[in-house]
T-cell receptor, first 113, second 114 residues
Framework: GESVGLHLPTLSVQEGDNSIINCAYS??????FIWYKQESGKGPQFIID?????DKRQGQRVTVLLNKTVKHLSLQIAATQPGDSAVYFC????????????FGQGTELSVKP | KAGVTQTPRYLIKTRGQQVTLSCSPI?????VSWYQQTPGQGLQFLFE???????NKGNFPGRFSGRQFSNSRSEMNVSTLELGDSALYLC?????????????FGPGTRLTVL
């Protein structure tokens, strides 16, 4: 079946450290990947996206890496701050399925001061 | 620009009732998608509307339906509510129907079915 899965349900890091959140996807035909951040009581917030013809994309303090060979996606957060504490979801968007996002289960990131 | 707004934010219903949730997309956005979020199943796609037409549908029973108006506002309806319908219902909007357009989410409607 189709799925976008996360390796770890929780991740705890020290403030100032770098965080790496991983995601595996099952469909090699996937075209587009997005990372969202969801804080308690809020809807998912867009962080960064990457198309399947890229292997790396950088934003402000965040980097997404895509390894199509092993169908793996990761989100790196530099100098993690307490405000980064949230649940992070990877999502897959396939060009032949319109706007349907397929979400992973989420990783809860906890930042210790 | 104002973000995606959803009303009501919280709702309590009993089994067998029906419910209508509303979503106002970001101004200028023509595509609206709905998702259900539960602790057990995570975020699951319900359906997408673009220019008042349903473009895509997830694997939910027919009790879940939706529509979109000419001003791009959207509603979803759940009939004959079941306990398992308790969830956070999220609406997301994007500018066009292109797949790579970023989807922006609203805060959600928390539905509790008793």
């Amino acid at each position: 079946g189709e799925s976008v899965g996360l390796h770890l349900p929780t991740l705890s890091v020290q403030e100032g450290d770098n965080s790496i959140i991983n995601c595996a996807y099952s469909n090699s035909a996937s075209d587009y990947f997005i990372w969202y951040k969801q804080e308690s009581g809020k809807g998912p917030q867009f962080i960064i996206d990457i198309r399947s013809n890229m292997d790396k994309r950088q934003g402000q303090r965040v980097t997404v890496l895509l390894n199509k060979t092993v169908k793996h996606l990761s989100l790196q957060i530099a100098a993690t701050q307490p405000g980064d504490s949230a649940v992070y979801f990877c999502a897959e968007n396939r060009y032949n399925q319109g706007g349907k996002l397929i979400f992973g289960q989420g990783t809860e990131l906890s930042v210790k001061p | 620009k104002a973000g995606v707004t959803q009303t009501p934010r919280y709702l309590i219903k009993t089994r067998g009732q029906q419910v209508t949730l509303s979503c106002s997309p970001i101004s200028g956005h023509r595509s609206v998608s709905w998702y259900q979020q539960t602790p057990g199943q995570g975020l699951q796609f319900l359906f997408e509307y673009f220019s008042e037409t349903q473009r895509n549908k997830g694997n939910f029973p027919g009790r879940f339906s939706g529509r979109q108006f000419s001003n791009s506002r959207s509603e979803m309806n759940v009939s004959t509510l079941e306990l398992g319908d308790s969830a956070l219902y999220l609406c997301a909007s994007r500018f066009s129907g292109r797949v790579a357009d970023t989807q922006y989410f609203g805060p959600g409607t928390r539905l509790t079915v008793l």
